[in-house]
T-cell receptor, first 115, second 111 residues
Framework: GAGVSQSPSNKVTEKGKDVELRCDPI?????LYWYRQSLGQGLEFLIY????????KSGLPSDRFSAERTGGSVSTLTIQRTQQEDSAVYLC?????????????FGPGTRLTVL | QKEVEQDPGPLSVPEGAIVSLNCTYS??????FMWYRQYSRKGPELLMY????GNKEDGRFTAQVDKSSKYISLFIRDSQPSDSATYLC???????????FGTGTRLTVIP
């Protein structure tokens, strides 16, 4: 079936504006993850969803970051009052209960640039 | 100190060479080890997944895990220009919800 999709693929915004990033996981995948990839850095974990609940928000870097997931499917990551240091590629992944949470399948990412 | 260390390269090899990519880690609780391939401006693609120590082979790719040394490797035989990408190691421990990634090694295979 279709893979993980993310939109927009690119987002350029001005410092102080809010942005919303969308992730549509693989159908049937109950677990969903958001990561951030900055230049020269590894992937940094942000938040994990199991169904619609987010039992692990430990990676969110500040209270300007929030995420929700509705219907056990689509997730939205919101960054309020964006800062230049928020510029990065935001990656979403999902995993299947059958194959386990360690086999995570990634979307193409949203490249966020904050001017 | 980062939990997962990976030499960022870049690594450049001629076509047909054997490539060795490596990561070290500090957390002995890691049990699951993955290698991802990431092409430019694409998301990471899962290449290999191993549990605990040992070897796993899939076509031209071999993953090795040495838990006693906290060291994992990915070997690529008969490397092709299409293998040119960034290779990310990742690992996880029981009860963790997320993967811990290395910074990635950028590989170029020259025709």
């Amino acid at each position: 079936g279709a893979g993980v999709s993310q939109s927009p693929s690119n987002k350029v915004t001005e410092k102080g504006k809010d942005v919303e990033l969308r992730c549509d996981p693989i159908s049937g995948h109950t677990a969903l993850y958001w990561y951030r990839q900055s230049l020269g850095q590894g992937l940094e974990f942000l938040i994990y969803f199991q169904g619609n609940s987010a039992p692990d928000k430990s990676g969110l870097p500040s209270d300007r970051f929030s995420a929700e997931r509705t219907g056990g499917s689509v997730s939205t990551l919101t960054i309020q009052r964006t800062q230049q240091e928020d510029s990065a590629v935001y990656l979403c992944a999902s995993s299947s209960p059958r194959r386990g949470e360690n086999e995570q399948f990634f979307g193409p990412g949203t490249r966020l640039t904050v001017l | 100190q980062k939990e997962v260390e990976q030499d960022p390269g870049p690594l450049s090899v001629p076509e047909g060479a054997i490539v060795s990519l490596n990561c070290t880690y500090s957390n002995s609780a890691f049990q699951y080890f993955m290698w991802y391939r990431q092409y430019s401006r694409k998301g990471p693609e899962l290449l290999m997944y191993t549990y605990s120590s040992g070897n796993k082979e899939d076509g031209r790719f071999t993953a090795q895990v040495d838990k006693s040394s906290k060291y994992i490797s990915l070997f690529i035989r008969d490397s092709q220009p299409s293998d040119s990408a960034t290779y990310l190691c990742a690992m996880s421990r029981p009860g963790a919800n997320n993967l811990f990634f290395g910074t990635g090694t950028r590989l170029t295979v020259i025709p």
